[in-house]
């Protein structure tokens, strides 16, 4: 047996670093350090044929083509000219106007053409083929088990999956959350199609699914046997593993941003806030409860980390006009691996008040370098962190407001257990229990299959 596992999107875009792309590539990077009883292989696929990925980093820009380098100046010019968009969106007389916002966006459409339209036609008349130092053309034979780890929803390789799964190749789909079919409110609405869609295809396709945390694994079980019915779902097999927690892309002795080295220069006790800023993360909620704080005038500062996402609007206004900005709130949304390192090994606490994850990655890269955690009451994260996190109440910011009062006045963090004798899965150990379960799941089922298979034939016999 032979498992292939899926990293497409992660291949075609190594730059990005959010939290399905650190999974991706820290499990990609283990592979070859994990002692499993089974070969495994990276693969991304790409214009019907699957590649074993020999790199998930990119070429260097001088081994491209011109035609290549032009793809990767237009496609960061694109990027930064839509970043530029959303910035000037938030000003002044656009924030105040929907009809004058309208007619900036059409506006910027328009002038965004002479960046589309080149990316269009070069990726028409370029080579797609991967250079052969990142992929080769793997074939693919009977009995080899697919293990879809990236994010896949928008993938277009479904005919491929197809054809494998009819030539005897067994798919398996790794699970990370539910929460575009769980939580819609907190979505793009086209994701929410799109995942609607792709979940209804996997439940069908997928012989097996693994999730990020139980929490996650009973969710999927039910929303799949809705699906396609008891009989059908009980025909597959339902697991979960858990994420390691180092960051994989530290470089020593980075230059750090001298803002960052300045907010942790001081005294004042900084609580850390990372992750994407979208509605579930539930930022408004941090900003409720320190203004509760700073009204006792308490020292503590809030220093938010992560890209600015989707819906969130008001929220970055709020936050770039507060007061307190660079006084006691701080941003960072383009902090990279050293940064994040720093802040983690520097801060006080995290505080982490999602509405819904599917596993929390913050909280286990924080806690395993002792940096203690305050987290939201939700299933998933007791399930992580157990007695060892404070929690708070989701419906009211005072209560996370009082745990960091607790913690500053008497210096005791406000948990059941010391997280001293706290201990959590490197990547190593996470890549390990994700192949060493789903090999076993895959063998019980071949094994059931041959006993069926000869039961049917004694059967016949008699």
Request: aromatic share 10%.
């Amino acid at each position: 047996m032979r498992l292939l596992v899926e990293c497409t999107y992660v291949y075609e875009h190594p730059n990005d670093n959010s939290g399905i792309q650190r999974v991706v590539r820290n499990v990609i990077n283990q592979l070859s350090a994990v002692d499993a009883s089974v070969e495994c292989i990276p693969i991304m696929m790409r214009g019907g044929e699957v590649h074993q990925v020999l790199s998930l980093a990119p070429l260097p820009t001088q081994q491209l083509s011109w035609k290549q380098k032009l793809r990767v100046k237009l496609d960061h010019w694109r990027n930064r000219f839509w970043c530029l968009h959303a910035h000037v969106e938030r000003l002044a007389p656009l924030r105040y106007s929907h009809t004058l916002r309208r007619i900036f966006y059409v506006l910027c459409r328009l002038a965004g053409l002479s960046f589309s339209i080149p990316i269009r036609l070069l990726d028409r008349f370029t080579n797609d083929t991967p250079a052969p130092e990142r992929a080769v053309v793997i074939e693919c034979r009977e009995g080899d088990q697919l293990l879809l780890l990236d994010s896949s929803w928008h993938a277009d390789f479904f005919p491929l999956a197809e054809r494998l799964k009819r030539e005897g190749v067994g798919i398996i789909s790794v699970i990370y959350d539910l929460i575009p079919l769980t939580h819609p409110q907190f979505c793009d609405a086209g994701l929410v199609k799109v995942f609607d869609r792709w979940f209804d295809w996997i439940s069908r396709t997928a012989d097996g699914f693994i999730a990020i945390s139980s929490t996650i694994s009973e969710q999927v079980k039910a929303e799949v046997t809705s699906r396609i019915g008891e009989t059908e779902a009980g025909t597959r097999w339902f697991d979960h593993f858990y994420l390691g927690s180092e960051l994989d892309l530290v470089v020593a002795d980075k230059k750090l941003e001298n803002r960052l080295l300045t907010l942790f220069d001081g005294t004042a006790p900084v609580y850390l806030m990372v992750s994407t800023i979208e509605p579930r993360k539930n930022h408004a909620y941090l900003l409720d409860a320190f203004e509760l704080l700073w009204q006792k005038d308490s020292p503590a500062c809030l220093c938010i980390v992560g890209k600015v996402g989707w819906k969130c609007d008001d929220l970055i206004e709020r936050i770039e006009s507060h007061p307190e900005l660079n006084q006691r709130l701080f941003m960072f949304n383009s902090l990279d691996d050293a940064g994040l390192e720093y802040a983690y090994n520097h801060s006080r606490a995290l505080v982490f008040p999602s509405y819904v994850e599917g596993f929390g990655l913050p909280l286990v890269e924080a806690m395993q370098r002792g940096l203690p955690a305050m987290a939201s009451a939700i299933p998933v994260f007791e399930e992580i962190g157990g007695d060892f996190m404070a929690y708070f109440e989701l419906g009211q910011p005072a209560s996370l407001a009082a745990l960091v009062e607790n913690f500053e006045q008497t210096g005791r963090f406000p948990a059941a257990k010391n997280l001293q004798q706290w201990s959590w899965l490197s990547w190593n150990d996470s890549t390990r229990q994700l192949i060493e379960r789903t090999a076993t799941h895959v063998m019980q089922a071949k094994s059931s299959d041959r006993i069926l298979s000869g039961f049917d034939v004694k059967t016949h016999s008699a």
